[in-house]
């Protein structure tokens, strides 16, 4: 049997499987990016796909605190689109 790896989330701090959340990571340059497949180099945070939890993140600013730079709407907007579908 597979160990599936577990992440937490950033705004429940639940444990789940990575497949179950979403990576959003900042590179060395600062760029902030939705990391669909969970590889790219940079500091990660990791959000259940759920909107009340995405629509906590954005009213308590916890990527922003987490990963130290603003996020911009865009990336709220790619979040919601992967969720959404």
């Known amino acids: ?3 599936i790896p577990l992440r937490q989330c950033v705004v429940s701090k639940e444990r789940l499987p990575k497949n179950e959340l979403i990576r959003v990571v900042k590179d060395n340059l ?4 939705v990391d669909i497949t ?3 180099n940079g500091k990660g945070a990791y959000i259940k ?3 009340e939890v995405l629509n906590n ?3 308590n600013k916890t990527l922003d605190r987490v990963l130290e730079v603003k996020i911009t709407d865009d ?3 790619e979040l919601k689109n992967i ?3």
């Open 1 to 3: 049997m597979k160990k």
């Open 30 to 33: 600062g760029n902030v990016s």
């Open 38 to 40: 969970g590889k790219a």
């Open 49 to 51: 796909k759920d909107l």
């Open 57 to 59: 993140a954005i009213k």
């Open 75 to 77: 990336i709220y907007e």
């Open 83 to 85: 969720i959404n579908n």
